[in-house]
Every structure is written in structure tokens, then in C-alpha cells.
């Protein structure tokens, strides 16, 4: 669909550096929330053209998006939260009272269980949505619960009382930081040259067949663009490694 033509000429845009070409505009669309990135004049004639052939609201500029609350930082920033959800977890759960440092014991691995030791049905329930909920907030603006939430998800089918205190944990990590979120702060601007050079940075890691039940290894990475992260993971490897450079290769390459 052509929504917008936005080819330069020296009067829509007197100080563009390359007059000819097209200033960056970026629309993401979530079903019907339309977020519009880019130059303040661009956005304007790229919004204008959408309400003159659609039915559109412009609520101004961005404060939320797809749950996720955002602020702009001193430093120009933007940080993600998502207090409203962060609530449900206080509002539906059965929290533990005590305080925890990190989402997860340290070197703990959740593993299956038999049948004598599920949940009754209505509990399989419950774990099923805290697990849902968890993962949503682990994509947008928790990216440090991932590798708790990934290990209790591997378990929705048929969950023990030990999954259930696990999620619960990290669900009351998150109630006890409710202000703590992801911050996508690039530590180089981008100048609109065609010749700039975005900075692409990528840190990977891997335990070692610490599953006793499939002998896989798990990956973590993460990527930056110029400094803000911009994709993050935690995943079991597809095969098991027979080494620990093995392991740490296959991360490597799943980050690359």
C-alpha cells in the first residue's frame, strides 16, 4: 500500500544533506497501533497522509506502545517498563514473601516430572498463564528474567510444585523492581549519510549439559546496534555437544 511519498526537494526540506533521496521513516504496526519513527517533518507529512485516507487517532507523541510504557532518559534514552502487567503478577498470583537477588537459583536446572507429582488441573492452569505472562514481559523490557522464564516454559505441559515456586520466584523478583526495565540508549547517532557506519556488537555464552534428563546445552546472546541492545535470547541447543568449546561454539554462531 502506498501510504506517502516523501521525495526531498529543497522546500519540504532546506537543510536535508541529500536532496534527492528519501528521509527514513519507520511505521510499526501492532493490529491497529501504528507507531511512525523519524525526522519531525517526515512524521507529520507521513501521519497527515494516513488520517486524510484513513479513519486515525494521532495520540501525539510516544508514552506506551503494545503494553510497554516508555520515558525518555536525561541522556536521550528510551526505557521500556510494563508496570500494568508487572501488577497482575501481585494482583492474580499467590507471591512467596520473601525477597529474591536474582529471578532463579544460581546452577539450578528444572526438570520434568512424573505424573504422581503434577499439578492438579486448575494449578496447570495457573502456571500456564504466570508462565505466558512472564514471557511477554521477558521480550519487551526484562531481558534479565529470560533464561528463568525459558526453563519454566519447557514445563507447561505437566508442571510439579517445584515449577510453580520457580515461576513464583521470578514473579516476585519483577514485583519487588517494578521500575526496572530496558533501556535502548545508541551510543552514536546517526547523521542521515548513506556512508555512515552503524556499529554492530554480539556477546554469547553457554553452560555445558547441565540438563541431566537431554544432555543439552543452553545458549544466551544478545546483540547491540551501536551500543542498544536490539535482539536477545536464551534457547536449548537443537544437539548436544560433546565439549564445552563445542557448546560455546554453537552459541556463538546462533548470536553471529
Not at 20 to 31: A, K, Q, R
Not at 82 to 94: G, H, K, N, T, Y
Not at 132 to 153: H, P, T, W
Amino acid at each position: 500500500m502506498d501510504y506517502v511519498d516523501l521525495a526531498c526537494t529543497k522546500s519540504q526540506y532546506p537543510g536535508w544533506p541529500f536532496l534527492g533521496c528519501t528521509p527514513l521513516v519507520l511505521t510499526v504496526s501492532w493490529i491497529d497501533d501504528n507507531l511512525i519513527v523519524g525526522s519531525t517533518k517526515a512524521t507529520a507529512m507521513t501521519k497527515e497522509k494516513l488520517m486524510n485516507n484513513f479513519e486515525c487517532t494521532d495520540e501525539g507523541d510516544l508514552t506506551e506502545f503494545v503494553g510497554s510504557k516508555i520515558d525518555r532518559t536525561e541522556d536521550g534514552g528510551l526505557k521500556f517498563t510494563q508496570p500494568v502487567l508487572i501488577q497482575s503478577f501481585q494482583d492474580e498470583f499467590d507471591l512467596p514473601t520473601q525477597k529474591y537477588t536474582t529471578p532463579a537459583k544460581a546452577g539450578e536446572m528444572l526438570t520434568n516430572c512424573e505424573e504422581k507429582d503434577a499439578l492438579s488441573a486448575g494449578e496447570q492452569t495457573i502456571y500456564r498463564s504466570a508462565v505466558g505472562k512472564a514471557m511477554f514481559l521477558m521480550q519487551y523490557s526484562r531481558a534479565e528474567i529470560y533464561n528463568s522464564v525459558r526453563d519454566c516454559a519447557r514445563h507447561m505441559q505437566m508442571a510439579a510444585r517445584k515449577h510453580m515456586m520457580a515461576i513464583g520466584r521470578v514473579m516476585k523478583y519483577c514485583v519487588d523492581r517494578p521500575n526496572r526495565g530496558l533501556v535502548l540508549r545508541p551510543n552514536e547517532k546517526w547523521d542521515g549519510s548513506p556512508k555512515f557506519e552503524f556499529t554492530i556488537g554480539d556477546r554469547s555464552d553457554s553452560d555445558y549439559a547441565k540438563d541431566p534428563q537431554s544432555q543439552r546445552s543452553v545458549s544466551g546472546g544478545r546483540v547491540l546496534l551501536c551500543g542498544a541492545p536490539v535482539t536477545f535470547r536464551s534457547s536449548t541447543q537443537k544437539t548436544v555437544a560433546l565439549l564445552v568449546t563445542e557448546a560455546e561454539l554453537y552459541a556463538t554462531v546462533i548470536c553471529a
